[in-house]
């Protein structure tokens, strides 16, 4: 036998019971999940020299190496163990069954309080293949549960936890931590997932923007009257099950402003506060409406992917002030079946990352054969809104951006001026200039088609359930559906979508046209955000109707790719914290329609050459992640 000492943090484990499946384990919150996912039999007697006051024990599964099973082998698994996953700490060693082929010898620990118990699998046979990680065991059943570690929203990004059920369906986290005063997530461990060519995205931590309908669960749309209105849903949409099917794992709903609509922290939102940003002093308004995704991806480690959709903004807003990748992509790259509707002409679905990579492979499970990626890229750059020279430290970080990113395409770079293009068109003898052409056909189809196709139905059902009565409706889309029907006639739709057509046609054949070598013959960039404060304790005027053009509105009517890139961040004077700060500093890139493969590819080419840097969580991008509590 190999005799050597317990792990110290083991000997010092505290294992307490708080609820009926909720532990803490050397001061950190878990829970055990309902229903068993195995059973090993035999280890109720094994369990007899545990002292422990309750029936679920730690318990850590570990896979035998080829050779002896060593002390020296079982150091070097925990280490693994605990510098690649967040929910093992060594207080799960109190139990270790080991999985091997064959016979093992297993190591004997003695002299410490506490002793660890070891299982084997050629002794202990379990009903299920367990993949390694830590678990809880229950004493009396031999009975196997996956450990979820809690974590406590403090952002306010979310609006509930959610675990999977084994059906396809899921429910509520029914866990909290004791004492938080935010919402409690839970995670599973990621030793738990192995990813594979069918499996991409196995273990990946998402979080899904509640308009996005899931089986079992209610859904809120950030309208307190909806959630309370409508049962939970019966189907999982197509975006949403892409990602399951790839190995994503759920663990929760974020929080969106009402019906998609935008809003601005503090001053808008009335149903549901609004999450906070981490980035700077952590009083910068997080954007929306993709606002849960943004705020979560950029203030927590421990998630992975945010699922949000992107009709005016609603993606590349969030992910630019909160330094996050982020894609509006061309339009209908994936059926928006079982999502709350806002404008069907110009919704789209897209994620929010912190690494290029994953950004990558995630468009290839949710676009699945319409996203094809590119090695060649255009050689021919347009900028639009970029400044001649650097006058302050995010406009040095964007021209230097540009400088790499020419140098690394062997580039030209043309500052594009769309508007002397168009006003050079038969085109614009005819409709005028773009911004009287298109100034109103945003707000006509998100305020028209929305209020015909969501609003009226829900009116009809809530007034049925209350008689007569009509729910509470924020501010910003109550405003805007007033606005569509007062002032727009029934045919400002189909105006609307003519004219955006118009747009679309002259946009896709003239400035970025298709390239059978490089998918588009060029690519286009503007600023995103320039470490801008936009802070959440000012009062504001109310709500308006977002009328105009610009150049964030390209892609909407154009139907094109529009992916914000991270480039930096700078210093800005925080009138909060009375200190020196760091904003995100973002950049945008457009493409012909259908060319999102080639920007992926790209980006992720520059991650890899380190002109384009992963980002972290926190106050700052790049340093480390302790910059908030967690």
């Known amino acids: 036998m190999v005799s050597f000492k317990l792990h110290p943090l083991v000997a010092g484990a505290l294992l307490a019971v708080l609820a009926s499946a909720n532990v803490n384990i050397n001061g950190i919150p878990y829970h055990a999940s309902s229903k068993p996912v195995a059973k090993i039999a035999g280890s109720g007697t094994a369990l007899k020299s545990l002292t422990t006051t309750s029936d679920l024990v730690p318990l850590t599964v570990v896979e035998s190496p080829s050779g ?17 996953d967040d929910v093992f700490t060594t207080g799960f060693l109190q139990v270790v069954y080991v999985k091997a082929n064959g016979s093992v010898t297993l190591p004997k620990v003695s002299g410490n309080s506490t002793t660890s118990v070891f299982l084997q699998s050629s002794k202990n046979a379990c009903s299920a293949s367990l993949p390694k990680g830590p678990y809880f065991l229950s004493v009396s059943t031999g009975e196997v549960y996956q450990a979820y570690r809690l974590y406590s929203d403090i952002q306010g990004a979310f609006t509930e936890g959610v675990v999977e059920n084994g059906d396809g369906t899921f429910d509520v986290l029914s866990a909290a931590i004791s004492g938080a005063q935010s919402p409690t997530i839970g995670v599973l461990s990621r030793l738990y997932y192995t990813k594979s060519a069918e499996k991409p995205l196995a273990g990946v931590r998402l979080g899904v923007k509640d308009i996005y309908h899931i089986a079992g669960l209610k859904t809120s749309c950030g309208n307190r009257a909806y959630y309370d209105l409508y049962s939970k849903q019966n189907a999982t949409g197509t975006a949403v099950q892409r990602l399951i099917d790839a190995g994503a794992v759920i663990v929760g709903k974020m929080k969106t402003s009402q019906f998609a609509n935008g809003e601005t922290a503090t001053a808008d ?22 606002s849960g ?8 480690p421990w998630l992975d992917l945010g699922l949000g ?14 330094g996050c990748f982020g894609n509006r ?5 994936v059926p928006l079946d079982s999502v709350m509707p806002m404008s069907p002409v110009l919704d789209t679905s897209g994620f929010l990352c912190r690494d290029a990579e994953l950004w990558k492979t995630t468009a290839k499970a949710l676009y699945q054969e319409n996203v094809t990626f590119w090695e060649n890229y255009p050689a021919k750059i347009y900028t639009s809104g970029f400044p001649t020279e650097a006058s302050t430290e995010a406009e040095v970080v964007l021209l230097s951006f540009l400088d790499q990113l020419k140098t690394f395409l062997s580039a030209t770079v043309t500052e594009l001026d769309y508007n002397a293009l168009w006003n050079a068109t038969d085109l614009a003898a005819s409709h005028g200039n773009l911004s009287t052409f298109l100034g109103y056909v945003y707000p006509t189809l998100i305020a028209q088609q929305q209020y015909n196709q969501f609003t009226l139905p829900f009116y009809a059902d809530y007034a049925k359930a209350f008689n007569g009565r009509k729910p509470f409706i924020d501010p910003s889309p109550l405003s805007r559906w007033t606005w569509g029907q007062v002032n727009m006639s029934a045919s400002a739709t189909d105006e609307a979508i003519a004219n955006k057509t118009i747009f679309m046609d002259w946009w896709t054949s003239e400035v970025l046209v298709r390239d059978n070598a490089t998918c588009s013959d060029s690519i286009m960039l503007y600023p995103g955000t320039l470490a801008t404060p936009t802070y959440r304790n000012v009062y504001r005027s109310a709500p308006g109707i977002p009328s105009g053009f610009s150049v964030s509105r390209i892609s909407n009517f154009a139907e094109v790719p529009d992916m914000v890139v991270p480039i930096g961040q700078a210093a800005y004077n925080s009138t909060i914290t009375l200190q020196s700060e760091y904003l995100p500093v973002a950049v945008d890139i457009l493409a012909a329609k259908g060319c999102d493969g080639m920007i992926f590819s790209l980006v992720e080419k520059l991650q890899s050459a380190g002109i384009v840097k992963a980002v972290g969580t926190g106050s700052t991008m790049y340093a480390g992640e302790d910059e908030i509590l967690m």
Not at 309 to 322: A, E, F, K
Not at 329 to 333: E, F, I, T, Y
């Open 329 to 333: 992509p061309s339009h209908g790259l």
């Open 68 to 84: 002896a099973f060593t002390s020296a082998v079982f150091d070097g698994i925990v280490q693994n163990y605990t510098a690649s």
């Open 269 to 290: 939102w009335v149903d549901y506060h609004s999450p906070f940003n981490a980035r700077g002093d952590g009083y910068q308004d997080p954007s929306s409406s993709s």
């Open 309 to 322: 959709s992107d009709t005016g903004g609603s993606i590349r807003n969030p992910s630019q002030v909160n």
């Open 293 to 300: 995704p943004g705020a979560g991806i950029g203030a927590y």
